[in-house]
């Protein structure tokens, strides 16, 4: 689809049709496999501060945090088209994608 004409210099949003944190992600994963799957956030200073204890460059570091706290702070959070557009068809909601998953076995403990 985006080997073809027309996409050259485009910018596409590419979401799903309902908007997720990442504690909404892993609840969808957890129904899905029917087991308890916990989500811890942790602040971004604690998350610089193990990167920096296991010496992580430093411009990767301010670089993540910058990502965490700026970018994905919500400002940003907006259901895109940008599925239908490259697709032609809605985007598939992630309860739906983490139910297919779940049956083909990939997360069931060994």
Not at 38 to 58: C, F, K, L, Q, R
Request: charged share 20%; proline share 6%.
């Amino acid at each position: 689809m985006l080997t073809q004409a027309g996409h050259t210099g485009q910018a596409y949003e590419l979401t799903g049709p309902r908007l997720l944190t990442f504690a909404d992600a892993i609840a969808e994963i957890a129904a899905a496999t029917r087991r308890p799957i916990g989500y811890t956030a942790i602040p971004p200073t604690d998350y610089a501060e193990a990167m920096a204890a296991e010496n992580v460059p430093a411009e990767i570091i301010e670089l993540l945090t910058y990502l965490f706290t700026t970018v994905l702070d919500g400002r940003n959070a907006h259901p895109g088209d940008g599925i239908r557009q490259v697709l032609g068809r809605p985007a598939r909601d992630f309860a739906d994608y983490a139910r297919d998953a779940a049956a083909t076995g990939i997360w069931n403990r060994e």
